[in-house]
């Protein structure tokens, strides 16, 4: 099983900052990588899917990059609706697994 | 518009069985690969398994923590897909999501998402 290791497990950040965002994958996943993000309460939110493309109604100031074992979630200026918890998932090997999540809180 | 609503959660008693259901609509259901994830209360995603559209062979797959005790299963003429739970643990505590993929050849990533019903397991 492919684990997914995501850093750091708590991010502080002032509203109009940039955030960024790690997960690291126990051995190669190719460019297999969503993003989600979660509300309190709430179903997941699917952000970015192979690595860097963006889910339909994703805004621009989101966005993904890497391969293989290293990837980033970037949000150039944060605004008060990102502030949530953000799980990498990867999508290469059965069982998918997803990381343990970063929460993003206000600074 | 797209929906997916979960449903049969609640208590139960370890050992007993449970089995949701995860009824959709605004979209073909039998065109798409359907999951089911967990997150127990205060922690992260985890997956339970999926099953494949029939146009892909319909496969299943499992999570480990799961195989042997948990089935999936869909009915395309209802638009529904199910997850029997049987020898239910007390760690089976979670609400669970089902979920549909975004792309019909695909199983995952997945962009409609049920809100999840909460199953608790306990004497």
């Known amino acids: 099983e492919i684990v997914m290791t995501q850093s750091p497990a708590t991010l502080s950040v002032s509203p109009g900052e940039r955030a960024t965002l790690s997960c690291r994958a126990s051995q190669s996943v190719s460019i297999n990588l969503a993003w989600y993000q979660q509300n309190p309460g709430r179903a997941p939110r699917l952000l970015i899917y192979?690595?860097?493309t963006r889910a339909t109604g994703v805004p621009a100031r989101f966005s993904g990059s890497g391969s293989g074992t290293g990837f980033t979630l970037t949000i150039s200026s944060l605004q008060s609706e990102d502030f949530a918890v953000y799980y990498c998932?990867?999508?290469?090997?059965?069982?998918?697994?997803f990381g343990q999540g970063t929460k993003l809180e206000i600074k | 518009e797209v929906q997916l609503v979960e449903s049969g959660g609640g208590l139960v008693q370890p050992g007993r069985s449970l089995r949701l259901s995860c009824t959709t609509s605004g979209f073909t259901f039998g065109d798409y690969a359907m999951i089911w994830v967990r997150q127990a209360p205060g922690k992260g995603l985890n997956w339970v398994g999926f099953?494949?559209?029939?146009?892909?062979?319909?496969?299943?797959e499992y999570a480990p923590s799961v195989k042997g005790r948990f089935t999936i299963s869909r009915d395309d003429s209802k638009s529904t897909a199910y997850l029997q739970m049987n020898s239910l643990k007390t760690e089976d505590t979670a609400v669970y999501y089902c979920?549909?993929?975004?792309?019909?050849?695909?199983?995952?990533?997945?962009?409609?998402w049920g809100q999840g019903t909460l199953v608790t397991v306990s004497s």
């Open positions: 998932q990867q999508y290469n090997n059965w069982p998918y697994t």
């Open positions: 192979t690595t860097s």
């Open positions: 979920a549909r993929s975004i792309l019909t050849e695909w199983v995952t990533p997945n962009d409609y």
């Open positions: 099953i494949r559209s029939k146009a892909f062979g319909g496969t299943i």
